[in-house]
T-cell receptor, first 114, second 115 residues
Framework: DGGITQSPKYLFRKEGQNVTLSCEQNLNHDAMYWYRQDPGQGLRLIYYSQIVNDFQKGDIAEGYSVSREKKESFPLTVTSAQKNPTAFYLC?????????????FGEGSWLTVV | SQKIEQNSEALNIQEGKTATLTCNYTNYSPAYLQWYRQDPGRGPVFLLLIRENEKEKRKERLKVTFDTTLKQSLFHITASQPADSATYLCALLGRYGQAGTALIFGKGTTLSVSS
């Protein structure tokens, strides 16, 4: 089945550590996104990528980094510079304009700082 | 700056009634608006998309209206059921940087349907 796979589902990070969240899609979508969700805050855009080897900052990019070396993959690294990383992270992808611009989400990754 | 507001954080209704959720936006001229459903601990799931030239869209018990003059969309669930209990998010395609676009979401309205 086509879809977006995020891993791991649960992740614990120690202070000062970098951690990487994986996001893979087999929908052949060009655009991919990372959102962060905190209680009462809705979804906030961290980074997005419209095409391979290109990505742009969203509203809350500080303390995060991404890469887009392959169309299928858009990993997110939460660096030690991110002071409050505990949150629910959602990866999404979007098809071409003709497909109606619907975006598809993964099941999310919970990151907790211990 | 671009802003989306969903007028209430929580809505409680009885089974069988119609739930109406509101989404207002400012500083946008969107080509379309989308509604998503999110269950606790899960990723949002797409429900409906309505384009700027459409006044109303229906899908089974769901109905969405889009008023670009009022800058408002209404999302209706008729004959609501306890299984409809979830958080509903509205989203618009916003412009970032030089030519980037990304969906920008409201904070959501949590609907609870009691039997």
């Amino acid at each position: 089945d086509g879809g977006i796979t995020q891993s791991p589902k649960y992740l614990f990070r120690k202070e000062g550590q970098n951690v990487t969240l994986s996001c893979e899609q087999n929908l052949n979508h060009d655009a991919m996104y990372w959102y962060r969700q905190d209680p009462g805050q809705g979804l906030r855009l961290i980074y997005y990528s419209q095409i391979v080897n290109d990505f742009q900052k969203g509203d809350i990019a500080e303390g995060y980094s991404v890469s887009r070396e392959k169309k299928e993959s858009f990993p997110l690294t939460v660096t030690s510079a991110q002071k409050n990383p505990t949150a629910f992270y959602l990866c999404a992808s979007r098809g071409q304009v003709g497909s109606g611009n619907t975006i598809y989400f993964g099941e999310g990754s919970w990151l907790t700082v211990v | 700056s671009q802003k989306i507001e969903q007028n209430s954080e929580a809505l409680n209704i009885q089974e069988g009634k119609t739930a109406t959720l509101t989404c207002n936006y400012t500083n946008y001229s969107p080509a379309y608006l989308q509604w998503y459903r999110q269950d606790p601990g899960r990723g949002p799931v797409f429900l409906l998309l309505i384009r700027e030239n459409e006044k109303e869209k229906r899908k089974e018990r769901l109905k969405v209206t889009f008023d670009t003059t009022l800058k408002q969309s209404l999302f209706h669930i008729t004959a609501s059921q306890p299984a409809d209990s979830a958080t509903y998010l509205c989203a618009l395609l916003g412009r970032y940087g030089q030519a980037g676009t990304a969906l920008i979401f409201g904070k959501g309205t949590t609907l609870s349907v009691s039997s």
